[in-house]
């Protein structure tokens, strides 16, 4: 409590009003610093309002007729201090000095803007509570503009990502899109060059059947169309066949599957059946060991089974009976196994030849290039093969000269009765 009673009878001292009256600049300042920090200690409890107005009074003349931006921001914080500790202050500022607020604005943008602010907040209230609640206030816009700032930040940067995002899915889909766009215009080139290379083969095939039906002679045109009659047949045949082919591969697909899932199922079956099989020898394998008197019980029941069920005993005359018989059975089998072995060498030997003739054939000359040699030697000197060749040869002409829906009706009706 000393020490505030000794602060107040400081601020009182005449001597510290002429220290703070001086022009020296260090000095003014320092005595400045010097008010602050007892009216932070002690308060302006105990100082009359004559002094209070004396300080004010040098102190407002240092902010209006100084231009020294230090001493303005010290004689600033000054006043703050005694409007702080004292509400009198804030009625003698309102009261005493009308005209200061639109003087300190000279003072803007010096270094010292909030507390610039503060004391013109003095200025303009009433009391000291009205000076808190503007403080209050301002403190509350501070914060509600930081928020709102964050928030507003915050959404920025959510727009941003979205937007990026947009963006990225709206390239990505027109990449795609030209992507498709290029992939079909590519399908379509390669069917128009696909039609147009048929097109041109037709007319060149037709081209050449025109170019052939002009060189050829009148007598062979109608075999020629005859020909082009059998190639077409042919042709018509193959697609048909294909397509009943094609028709048919559901149902195999179907057979097939059967078929692997009844192999499945035959290989669970064996694995288990194996399984319970070896089981059942490893049981029997590992039979508990047997006491002496279970043996002798045992050996005496196998004993008895014995008696009752005694063994045929073959008679002398038996065994000689199947002696004999085995010995006629070996004589006919030794009789019988040079003539098996002559059939076995005759069908290797026709093999042999048949895989001689094939090959033969296979490496047989054109008509128009074979020799007399090579007549020689496609000629055989049997009579059947003579005769079958002859028959497949006419065969094969009746054929050649059948018209080609008569040689469909005839495979069809095979077909039918077949089915």
Not at 302 to 319: F, G, K
Request: proline fraction near 2%.
């Amino acid at each position: 409590m000393s020490y505030k009673t000794l602060g107040g009878k400081v601020l009182m001292s005449p001597r510290l009003l002429q220290l703070l009256i001086t022009d020296d600049k260090e000095t003014s300042i320092v005595v400045m610093n010097f008010i602050r920090s007892i009216v932070e200690l002690s308060g302006l409890l105990h100082i009359a309002e004559n002094d209070i107005c004396c300080f004010l009074d040098e102190l407002v003349y240092k902010l209006t007729s100084t231009s020294d931006a230090i001493i303005g921001r010290s004689a600033t914080k000054t006043v703050n201090a005694l409007a702080e500790a004292e509400s009198r202050v804030v009625h003698l500022l309102n009261r005493r000095f009308i005209g200061l607020k639109p003087l300190l604005k000279r003072w803007q943008f010096k270094g010292f803007q909030p507390e610039l602010q503060k004391l013109l907040s003095f200025l303009t209230a009433e009391s000291a509570a009205v000076t808190e609640e503007q403080e209050y206030h301002a403190a509350a816009v501070v914060i509600q503009s930081t928020f709102r700032g964050y928030k507003t930040r915050q959404m920025l940067h959510r727009a941003e990502k979205a937007l990026s995002s947009l963006q990225r899915k709206y390239r990505e889909t027109k990449a795609a899109n030209m992507q498709k766009k290029l992939a079909d215009q590519q399908q379509r080139a390669l069917q128009e060059q696909l039609v147009a290379s048929r097109q041109l083969a037709l007319r060149n095939v037709r081209n050449k059947h025109l170019h052939y039906i002009g060189i050829l002679p009148a007598g062979a045109l109608d075999k020629y169309l005859e020909g082009r009659e059998f190639e077409a047949a042919t042709k018509i045949q193959s697609v048909w066949r294909g397509r009943q082919e094609r028709k048919k591969l559901d149902s195999r697909y179907k057979d097939a599957k059967v078929v692997k899932a009844v192999i499945i199922i035959q290989q669970a079956v064996r694995k288990w059946l194996a399984r319970k099989r070896t089981e059942r020898m490893r049981r029997l394998f590992l039979w508990p060991h047997l006491s002496d008197e279970k043996h002798v019980q045992l050996q005496a029941d196998i004993l008895r089974w014995r008696e009752q069920h005694p063994m045929e005993v073959d008679s002398q005359a038996r065994q000689e009976e199947r002696h004999n018989r085995a010995r006629e059975l070996l004589s006919m089998h030794l009789l019988t196994a040079r003539s098996h072995q002559l059939k076995d060498q005759h069908i290797t030997s026709l093999l042999t030849r048949l895989e001689i003739d094939s090959n033969l054939l296979l490496n047989a000359p054109k008509l128009h290039e074979a020799s007399a040699a090579d007549v020689e030697v496609y000629h055989s000197f049997s009579l059947p093969v003579s005769f079958r060749a002859r028959e497949a040869h006419h065969s094969q002409l009746k054929q050649q000269q059948t018209r080609w829906w008569q040689t469909y009706q005839e495979e069809h009706d095979d077909e039918e009765s077949g089915a």
